[in-house]
């Protein structure tokens, strides 16, 4: 079955430091892999997107992704965290094979200290 | 930049009332979906829709709820009959055509109570 697995549920990292969320994805076919960002109380904000292509893909706001078939993984990262970058944040596969609706992991809520 | 509106922002409603949320996509897109968040869980997909039928819907998709395109522009999610367990957020989001992300709306909260 399709699902996306994001181990983290909390991550917590200071003000300037890097950051790695990690994703997961079950998917038998070429996975459409994206990453959304919401505030609380918000909506989803997309910040990168992989279709096809190179395996590193520039998004919104600093952050970067990279696509890695053999591992089945599509990890965010950011080199510097600022304060506002705290937030929840979704990756999601879309099933290509029909109607090309998302599966959605659970969320890694991100802390940022000052 | 074109983008997915919804209303209302947030609606209230008491137990087996029937809500209408309503979504107007981006006018040349073809392909509409509804999604549901509960508070503190995953965005879960509910149905997709196409060529002005329902293409697919997952299993939380039961007879109480339906969708409509009844003017072409806008697309609704109908409730017949709400349950405290409908309380989420409702995210709209619709698609251009094939390799096409999908754009979404900010989102209904809706409150059963």
């Known amino acids: 079955a399709q699902s996306v697995t994001q181990p983290d549920i909390h991550i917590t990292v200071s003000e300037g430091a890097s950051l790695e969320l990690r994703c997961n994805y079950s998917?038998?076919?070429?996975?459409?892999l994206f990453w959304y960002v919401q505030s609380p109380g918000q909506g989803l904000q997309l910040l990168l997107k992989?279709?096809?292509?190179?395996?590193l893909v520039q998004g919104i706001k600093g952050f970067e992704a990279e696509f890695k078939r053999s591992q089945s993984s599509f990890n965010l990262r950011k080199p510097s965290v600022h304060w506002s970058d705290a937030a929840e944040y979704f990756c999601?596969?879309?099933?290509?094979?029909?109607?090309?609706?998302?599966?959605f992991g659970t969320g890694t809520r991100l802390k940022v200290l000052a | 930049e074109p983008e997915v509106t919804q209303t209302p922002s947030h609606q209230v409603t008491q137990m087996g009332q029937e809500v209408i949320l309503r979504c107007v996509p981006i006018?040349?897109?073809?392909?509409f979906y509804w999604y549901r968040q509960i508070l503190g869980q995953k965005v879960e997909f509910l149905v997709s829709?196409?060529?002005?039928?329902?293409?697919?819907k997952s299993e939380i998709f039961d007879d109480q709820f339906s969708v409509e395109r009844p003017d072409g522009s806008n697309f609704t999610l109908k409730i017949r009959s709400t349950k405290l367990e409908d309380s989420a957020m409702y995210f709209c989001?619709?698609?251009?055509?094939?390799?096409?992300?999908?754009?979404f709306g900010p989102g209904t909260r809706l409150t059963v109570t």
């Open positions: 992989y279709f096809s292509g190179d395996t």
């Open positions: 829709f196409y060529n002005n039928e329902i293409s697919e």
């Open positions: 006018s040349n897109h073809l392909y």
């Open positions: 989001a619709s698609r251009q055509g094939m390799g096409t992300e999908q754009y």
């Open positions: 999601a596969v879309a099933i290509t094979s029909g109607t090309y609706k998302y599966i």
């Open positions: 998917y038998g076919a070429t996975p459409y």
